[in-house]
């Protein structure tokens, strides 16, 4: 069976709004697409139903995103917090399954973004203990929880491969997986190669991201050679397309991630393009394996 593929949302379209969410879905399915990265989202306002029907009508699955904010934060020192963080995070863990998907991504171990101060050890078990019964509670509801690798500028917390399985590690879940994003990994990872393949047995989802946020055809990333090493390793998880442009991603959320240029316009034509970088690598991987043996 050929590897299962995912497209952030935001790679066509500023949010789920009409019409341009329905147009997106229908471009992802027609270029082969299994599953649809979403924006974060509020699962108390959202028209879950209804989105729930897009998705099963154009044969696309959705993955959700988690995240933490202030005064609901499992890291913090407070234990109220920490309730309200965990709490965010099961709800959303329910929504993902109304919704019809079965995988929550995310950067749900603290807050987004430079801290006020560097989190310490004490922090980063607090959120690990707190990430690994969300986790199991995902598991039981048929839901694989990741949390998301991010570079130096966008948290404290966990920046790289090997931090990300002492996290595992501490959290004491067989549940809990990683979700590692080549531009991140641009940042931090010395081999990102063999990076992703010392994660492979707890790499949940493999994000393809361009050192520039643009095509994954054009930039300081090879992402072909990861893919490759992935599935070398055994990997056989989902592979996830993200891009920003500022022209197509909405202003706010251009400005928390720093998206000031204008990569691509197209992001249909990037998700094809994507999609071909993919499938390529599979296919060569696949000959590699069939070689040796």
């Known amino acids: ?19 341009g969410l329905t ?34 009508d154009h044969g696309l699955a959705p993955i959700t995103l988690a995240g933490q904010a202030p005064g609901a934060d499992v890291s913090a020192a407070d ?6 963080g965990a709490a965010v995070l099961r709800r ?29 050890r004490e922090a980063f078990e607090r ?3 707190a990430l690994g019964e969300v ?8 839901v694989t929880m990741t949390f998301e690798v991010l570079n130096r500028y966008e948290t404290a917390m966990v920046n790289t491969a090997q931090q990300a399985l002492d996290f595992i590690a501490t959290s004491g879940s067989d549940h809990l997986r990683v979700h590692l994003d080549t531009f991140h990994m641009a940042v931090e990872e ?8 010392s994660a492979v047995p707890v790499l949940g989802y493999l994000e393809l991201g361009q050192s520039g946020r643009g095509p994954l055809a054009h930039g300081s990333v090879d992402p072909g050679a990861v893919v490759r090493a992935a599935l070398g390793a ?14 197509v991603l909405a202003t706010g959320a251009s400005d928390l991630l720093a998206i000031w240029r204008e990569p691509y316009t197209d992001g249909r034509a990037l998700a094809a393009e994507a999609m071909g970088v993919i499938r390529e690598a599979e296919a060569s991987a696949g000959s590699l394996t069939a070689t040796a043996s």
Request: proline fraction near 8%.
């Open 23 to 56: 147009g997106a879905l229908a471009a992802l399915a027609e270029l082969g697409y299994s599953h649809v990265v979403l924006p974060p989202i509020d699962p108390d306002s959202a028209p879950l139903e209804v989105w729930a029907a897009l998705f099963r």
């Open 190 to 197: 010395a081999d990102m190669t063999g990076a992703v393949v």
């Open 1 to 19: 069976m050929p590897i299962e593929v995912a497209c952030h949302l935001n790679v066509l379209v500023p949010d789920l709004s009409e019409p």
């Open 92 to 120: 959303l863990v329910d929504a993902t399954v109304e919704l019809g998907g079965d995988q929550m991504n995310g950067v749900s171990y603290g807050l987004f973004g430079r801290p006020e101060t560097v989190p310490g």
């Open 234 to 247: 055994g990997y056989r998880g989902r592979i996830g397309v993200e891009a920003f442009s500022r022209s």
């Open 127 to 129: 959120a690990a203990s």
């Open 135 to 142: 986790a199991d509670h995902a598991h039981e509801r048929g």
């Open 79 to 84: 234990p109220g917090d920490r309730e309200r």
